[in-house]
Structures are given as structure tokens and as C-alpha cells.
């Protein structure tokens, strides 16, 4: 049976990734690991890695991403929440199984080569879901 094994990462729509480095990095004091171009999300990601889980800032590079669209709709904010899974083609199965609308139907593959998929927010109460496995 899959298993949902810990909380990968949160990530956070950001319109001004300095200005959110300034409370995420500077005052909270976590350290930043690198900021990338995410081509394929059209984003650029800050990552702020902890030993339980990791802080995402995501800013679009583009004005017609989803990411973009969310922050054109909602303004900056809470974006996802990211569960690590041991078989991430096993547990989309399940949650077919039980009728949860998910957005992706089978994996991504990431450029780092993990698999990812999201669940509708429609099926969790509110909260975009990512799974990935690692
Ligand atoms: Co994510």
C-alpha cells in the first residue's frame, strides 16, 4: 500500500522574491540553499531547506503560468503543500480509486528527475496537494 512518508516541502506564491527573502531568510534566519529558474513551472524558486521539510518562495517569470494566474487571482500566499510518497503511481491508483479529482493523472517527471503530481483542490477542503516522490 502507498504510503505517505513526511512533508516535502510548502510553497508560497511570491510577486517580490527579495522582499520575501527579507522575512524567510533574514529574519526568521533560515538559510537560503539557491534561487533556480524553473523553466518547466515558468518560475523562479527560492529554496530554504530545513531538517523537517523545506520553504519554497515561487515567483513567475511569465504572465500566463498557472502560478502566475494564482497570483494574479489571489495575490501572494500560501500555494501548496508538497507530501513525499514511496510510490507515487500506486497512491494516484488509490486515490482514483476513491474519486479524488486529481490534476495530473499520471507523474511529471521534474528536471531533477523526481515524479510529481498534483490533487485538485476541489477533493482536499481548499489546499493544493503535491506528491512527490524523491
Ligand atoms: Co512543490
Redesign the pocket.
Known amino acids: 500500500m502507498p504510503t505517505v512518508k513526511s512533508i516535502?516541502?510548502v510553497?508560497v506564491v511570491v510577486s517580490d522574491l527579495e522582499q520575501s527573502l527579507a522575512f524567510w531568510r533574514d529574519a526568521l534566519g533560515i538559510p537560503l540553499q539557491e534561487v533556480r529558474d524553473v523553466p518547466a513551472e515558468q518560475a523562479q524558486v527560492a529554496f530554504l531547506p530545513l531538517s523537517g521539510g523545506e520553504v519554497?518562495l515561487?515567483k513567475p517569470t511569465t504572465d500566463d503560468s498557472g502560478v502566475a494566474r494564482f497570483l494574479a487571482k489571489r495575490g501572494p500566499g500560501m500555494?501548496?503543500i508538497?507530501l513525499e510518497v514511496d510510490d507515487i503511481e500506486g497512491m494516484l491508483a488509490q486515490l482514483r480509486a476513491k474519486n479524488v479529482r486529481l490534476i495530473n493523472e499520471t507523474p511529471r517527471l521534474g528536471a531533477d528527475g523526481k515524479k510529481?503530481a498534483f490533487i485538485h483542490p476541489e477533493a482536499t477542503g481548499g489546499v493544493l496537494v503535491?506528491l512527490?516522490q524523491v
Open positions: 516535502h516541502h510553497a519554497e515561487v500555494h501548496h508538497c510529481y503535491e512527490y
